[in-house]
């Protein structure tokens, strides 16, 4: 069996978002406020307390200017979901923490993360997809430093007690595709690295290998059968050295997010829902830290997982 592709593998953020059958695009006028107005102004008040702190070449503004370009861009992308539905104006209110410097920062991230987990389960398909790629992004932002996080990890993955709807397989089939690249990778960087990195190589690798067989478990339990690992995967670039390889354990991770942003956006189920977050939530934590290893700008995905397709 030859090779798979990095077209068919390792870039997984075009085929992670699987089609959404027309109804589960709810966008018909709502009387309700918009949930999604709180974050929207939240991110804006933390881009402009960032950008505050983001002038001169220190390490601090350095990181300031990180957390000011992606929570610019989650305002934007909020607040373009907001304007999309036009549901009614509601008066809602920030959080302003009483906290100065990097210290503020660290306490907004730890809030605009919370307020977005909190509203995955209940949200229409892709806002849930959007909000989830927020607090991943936000998630991200806590690993640069450890004046802004660490934050909350978010855990293991655990199967869903309930059977996976089928409507859900295919975009789960795509994860469990993910993951076994992400463990592949894991195993071929393992050579290239100095022996500081086997801590995180171990546990990057043990991860993916629980997610991997959370996600036969689940789709045993569906009835379907779960794809196998290929023997090999081709990486975007040759892995020769230490930098190569960090970089494609950053991509591997950013691919394993963008898998699971697609089960995010395939399910309304909660406790599917709930794994996808988690394991979303994982990736951009541990592909912040390797980008950042590796050298690469910007060390942080805002938005990891999204395709940036609003429905109509």
Avoid at 247 to 272: F, P, Y
Wanted: glycine share 8%; net charge neutral.
């Amino acid at each position: 069996m030859s090779p798979r592709t990095r077209r068919d593998i390792l870039r997984l953020s075009a085929l992670a978002a699987v089609a959404v059958p027309l109804a589960a695009c709810r966008t018909g006028y709502s009387a309700d406020p918009d949930p999604l107005t709180l974050l929207a102004e939240q991110a804006t008040a933390d881009a402009a307390a960032a950008n505050a702190l983001a002038s001169g070449s220190s390490t601090e503004a350095g990181l300031a200017r990180q957390v000011a370009a992606a929570r610019t861009e989650h305002a934007r992308a909020l607040q373009a979901e907001v304007d999309r539905l036009n549901r009614p104006k509601a008066a809602v209110q920030v959080v302003n923490p009483a906290g100065n410097g990097l210290a503020g920062l660290k306490q907004r991230l730890a809030t605009a993360r919370e307020q977005a987990e909190k509203l995955v389960p209940g949200l229409e398909r892709y806002r849930a997809g959007l909000v989830a790629a927020v607090a991943a992004g936000c998630a991200g932002l806590q690993q640069l430093d450890d004046k802004l996080g660490p934050g909350t990890d978010p855990g293991p993955v655990v199967p869903s007690a309930s059977v996976v709807p089928e409507e859900s397989v295919a975009p789960l089939q795509k994860a469990l595709d993910a993951e076994h690249a992400a463990v592949w990778v894991y195993g071929l960087v393992s050579a290239f690295l100095p022996s500081n990195y086997v801590a995180g190589v171990t546990d990057g690798s043990r991860e993916h290998q629980d997610r991997r067989d959370a996600c036969v478990r689940m789709l045993d339990a569906a009835g379907a059968t779960p794809d196998g690992p290929e023997p090999a995967y081709i990486t975007p670039k040759p892995v020769t050295d230490g930098v190569s390889a960090k970089s494609v354990v950053a991509t591997a991770e950013s691919d394993a997010a963008a898998a699971w942003a697609g089960v995010l956006d395939g399910t309304d189920d909660k406790a599917l829902r709930a794994v996808a977050l988690t394991a979303l939530l994982g990736s951009a934590r541990r592909g912040t830290r390797w980008r950042q290893a590796a050298g690469e700008s910007p060390a942080v995905i805002a938005l990891i997982g999204m395709t940036g397709t609003q429905p109509n």
